[in-house]
């Protein structure tokens, strides 16, 4: 699979597979299909409640580790410096895990200042239970403080976007500074499909509005982690490389935002 190289240095493959709200059996038959169509890069988060899981599979696999890249997110409400330390720790417990490929905060916090995960932050990375660090759901003026707090490089930002759902200005922002975008809810949770701007594109190529939508994020410079259940829409979500989008076709879909 094709990768992006992280500011850290460390290649984060460029489509993942999204696991929430997989749980339980079913988390773990959607990881046996998705391994073996060849995903590597996990995105998961403390609050998706499926880490145990995500390791028990694992484990049983007997995947290498260094073949796999796992993302997982510190909960919203345990920023702290005391709840972030302990949370990392049982994310890896539950993971079977020394380490995650990247730790991001899940959420900017109303309440808890940032100097305080960071401190947290800066601590796991050292410690190596985190090879790469990084945010999601951060602004612009969010992006600058992390900057400034990390004594690692803030590798990306997992923020929401796709054809009817876009955040250019932190794009931008990211791009500038070679800081990666992640983009969640890539399909905008299947509700955008039916769009008859996508289904034309699609048409064009032979593909589905689900391609189209990846396909656009990717040409935009983003990962992907779409979230599927079925091997049909796994499968699908891998078919994101040998075939472009023209210029007009990325303007089209980009259009669809500001109508
Ligand atoms: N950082 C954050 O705050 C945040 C927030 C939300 C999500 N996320 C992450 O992003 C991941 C993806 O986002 P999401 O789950 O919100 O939405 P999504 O990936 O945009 O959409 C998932 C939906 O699309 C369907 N689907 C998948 N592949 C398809 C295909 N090829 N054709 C047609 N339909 C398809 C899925 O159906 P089936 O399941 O039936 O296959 C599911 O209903 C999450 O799982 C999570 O890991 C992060």
Not at 150 to 154: E, G, M, T
């Given at each position: 699979m094709e990768s992006m190289r992280l500011l850290s240095g460390n290649e984060m493959p460029v489509v993942g597979l999204g696991t929430w709200p997989l749980k339980g059996d079913q988390c773990k038959k959607v990881l046996k299909e998705a391994l073996g169509l060849g995903y590597t890069h996990i995105d998961t988060a403390w609050?998706?409640?499926n880490h145990r899981e995500i390791g028990e599979y694992l484990q049983d696999t007997q995947?290498?580790?260094?073949?796999l890249f796992i993302t997982s997110k510190i909960g919203k409400d345990y920023v702290s410096y005391d709840d972030t330390m302990v949370q990392i720790d049982e994310i890896l417990t539950d993971l079977q895990m020394?380490?995650?490929?990247l730790l991001l905060i899940h959420w900017p916090s109303d309440?808890?200042?940032m100097e305080e995960t960071f401190r947290a932050f800066n601590e796991i990375h050292a410690a190596g239970k985190a090879l790469s660090v990084g945010v999601s759901n951060f602004s612009v003026d969010q992006m600058e403080q992390a900057n400034a707090l990390?004594?690692?490089?803030?590798c990306v930002n997992q923020i929401k976007y796709h054809p009817s759902h876009e955040q250019r200005e932190v794009l931008h922002w990211c791009q500038q500074r070679d800081t990666i975008v992640t983009a969640y809810s890539p399909l905008g949770k299947d509700r955008i499909l039916d769009d008859p701007i996508l289904g034309e594109i699609a048409g064009n190529h032979e593909k589905t509005a689900a391609h189209v939508c990846l396909k656009w994020l990717r040409q935009l410079g983003m990962i992907v982690i779409p979230k599927a259940s079925s091997r049909e829409h796994l499968e699908a979500n891998?078919?994101?490389?040998d075939w472009n989008l023209s210029e007009e076709e990325m303007s089209r879909i980009s259009a669809m935002y500001d109508a």
């Open positions: 609050i998706y409640d995947v290498s580790r260094g073949d020394d380490y995650v490929d309440s808890v200042p990390s004594n690692a490089p803030v891998l078919e994101v490389f």
